[in-house]
Antibody, heavy 116, light 108 residues
Framework: QLVQSGAEVKKVGASLKVSCKAS????????ISWVRQAPGQGLECMGW????????NSAQKFQDRLTMTTDPSTNTAYMELRSLRSDDTAVYYC???????????WGQGTLVIVSS | EIVLTQSPGTLSLSPGERATLSCRAS???????IAWYQQKVGQAPRLLIY???SRATGIPDRFSGSGSGADFTLTISSLEPEDFAVYYC?????????FGQGTKLEIK
């Protein structure tokens, strides 16, 4: 099970940090993928982090603004997105996955609204 | 980067009918790297199929996946009322992965 932090409202130019707490499985045996979905739109992969060694892989469009981390002591993954723009308004999901593998299960999603 | 194109964009069918959803990749891909997800309004996506044809845990056998090369299909043999949702295919062979744009399955 993955439980994410609550909805947030941010200003343009601010930073966002979403948490994803895992339970009922061996956290370090998997990774966490991050996916976002803009209002009325499809799913967009942002990146992946290994919960074992912290290795990350980000989609090119996010590479300069995205930081993913994990805290093994609390079985929690974090996604930080900087320099927010209005088009970053979306629901952000975390999902358990191995490297280059399918996503299952998913967190419940975190709604982020970016306003000026 | 592999681009996935799903068709049709919207599929209007009645309960009990058979649904066939298509996902075409911009180049040939390993079938073991194709998944299908279901997303209902206001909910997170749910994994249905991985490896192109393997059902995820708890998924009813009316859902089946097939295909190879660049063409993949999700088939729902007899639609139940709870099956009306948006369906996404995914290629996960190149981390972090890519999704198709989705097919909305609506009640006719």
């Amino acid at each position: 099970q993955l439980v994410q932090s609550g909805a947030e409202v941010k200003k343009v130019g601010a930073s966002l940090k979403v948490s994803c707490k895992a339970s009922n499985y061996s956290f370090s045996s998997y990774g966490i993928s991050w996916v976002r979905q803009a209002p009325g739109q499809g799913l967009e992969c942002m990146g992946w982090i290994s919960a074992d060694n912290g290795n990350t892989n980000s989609a090119q469009k996010f590479q300069d603004r995205l930081t993913m981390t994990t805290d093994p002591s609390t079985n929690t993954a974090y996604m930080e997105l900087r320099s927010l723009r209005s088009d970053d308004t979306a629901v952000y999901y975390c999902a358990r996955s191995l490297w280059s593998n399918y996503f299952d299960p998913w967190g419940q999603g975190t709604l982020v609204i970016v306003s000026s | 980067e592999i681009v996935l194109t799903q068709s049709p964009g919207t599929l209007s069918l009645s309960p009990g009918e058979r649904a066939t959803l298509s996902c075409r990749a911009s180049q040939s891909v390993r079938s073991s790297w194709i998944a299908w997800y279901q997303q209902k309004v206001g909910q997170a996506p749910r994994l249905l199929i991985y490896g192109a044809s393997s059902r995820a845990t708890g998924i009813p056998d009316r859902f089946s996946g097939s295909g190879s090369g660049a063409d993949f299909t999700l088939t729902i043999s007899s639609l139940e009322p709870e099956d009306f949702a948006v369906y996404y295919c995914q290629h996960y062979g190149d981390s972090p992965g890519t999704f198709g744009q989705g097919t909305k399955l609506e009640i006719k």
